[in-house]
């Protein structure tokens, strides 16, 4: 559970986050968290359990910024289905959210990626990414459903969309410095409009083989209202 003081936890998390981009999760025990957010140790351990407790909150801030990227997309929980159906620029778009290749974006992508690593021994972390994961896996199978997919074929799909997202993430974060900035030029597929383009390609194919049918082009439509 996250401590009730919005100042005091966004000030514990910002420093949760800077020791994981520094020296990864193990680093962040609460001792070290109160020493680098210059925080009263004794205060920071009544609001978390321990170190493990502390890392699932902090995933948690992270998770929230992915939520809010989403916002009031047509492929988001709660607008699909209504007014109408978004197309495939808007499903390359809310997907492309999960492959930052630059910026606070792609910090937030590395955490991600040390947190889901984090996971793999660490039970109350595993519980709290297994969360992210299958809301990933939800847009997964609400994109490939507004794109025309039948409903059978859509849980399978959206698996192996996951996996191409989770596997063009990896590879972003691989050749990622520290802070943010490449050690070389990235090939093009880890560039945004490379990420895209690949997006664009792997949902084409998948309507293809399902036998799906362009709609037809309609008028522009205004979705900021």
Request: net charge positive; charged share 25%; aromatic share 6%.
């Amino acid at each position: 559970m996250r401590p009730q003081n919005l100042s005091y936890h966004v000030d514990v998390y910002a420093a949760v986050e800077r020791i994981v981009l520094r020296a990864g999760c193990g680093a962040a025990t609460v001792r070290a968290v109160a020493t680098e957010g210059d925080l009263s140790p004794s205060t920071v351990r009544y609001y978390f359990r321990n170190q493990s407790h502390l890392l699932a909150c902090a995933f948690s801030a992270v998770d929230d910024h992915f939520r809010h990227e989403l916002g009031s997309h047509p492929f988001a929980l709660g607008r699909f289905g209504r007014g109408e159906p978004p197309g495939m620029e808007d499903a390359v778009v809310v997907l492309a959210v999960h492959v930052p290749t630059r910026g606070v974006a792609l910090e937030r992508l590395r955490l991600l990626h040390a947190y889901r690593a984090w996971a793999r021994h660490d039970p109350a972390m595993a519980v709290t990414v297994g969360g992210f994961d299958q809301r990933l896996l939800d847009l997964c199978r609400r994109v490939l459903l507004g794109l025309g997919l039948a409903p059978a074929r859509a849980p399978r799909q959206a698996r192996i969309l996951r996996a191409l997202l989770t596997g063009l993430a990896d590879e972003v974060v691989t050749v990622a410095e520290p802070e943010g900035e490449y050690r070389f030029v990235p090939p093009d597929r880890l560039t945004d409009r490379g990420v895209r383009a690949i997006l664009t390609r792997h949902l084409t194919a998948v309507r293809a083989l399902a036998g799906v049918v362009e709609r037809p082009a309609g008028p522009p439509v205004d979705r900021a209202g």
